[in-house]
């Protein structure tokens, strides 16, 4: 076998991994092994915070529901077990955006519910 040396192929790979790092500080943005350090650790907080956000939505839709129905004279876990009892099927980010949106219609919501 004949011998082959990666010297293009890995001043390529470096300077690629380097330029995505470009707006990190101090030496993330220019020795190589403390550039991938930082792109990994990157990708890994990137991964997590996408199943994160998730988590985080799903809070902010339930505060703002349990904010609207105590406008209406009831609490989040009396009306969704109401919405329970009636067969009212409507996803949390939904009744959110009814809750900020429409008003009347969440009212009328949970009238249905608390009926």
Do not use: C
Request: no cysteine; net charge positive; glycine share 4%.
């Amino acid at each position: 076998m004949t011998r082959v040396k990666s010297g293009p192929n890995r001043r390529r790979r470096h300077q690629r991994l380097i330029a995505h790092n470009s707006g990190y500080r101090g030496t993330y943005s220019k020795l190589f092994k403390r550039a991938n350090e930082a792109f990994l650790h990157a990708q890994w907080y990137a991964y997590n915070d996408r199943r994160n956000r998730k988590r985080d939505l799903r809070r902010l839709w339930i505060a703002r529901i349990n904010a609207a129905a105590r406008l209406n004279g009831t609490t989040y876990s009396r009306l969704i077990a109401g919405m329970r009892k009636h067969q009212i099927i409507i996803n949390r980010k939904m009744l959110a955006d009814l809750a900020v949106h429409d008003s009347k219609a969440f009212a009328a919501v949970v009238q249905t519910a608390l009926a």
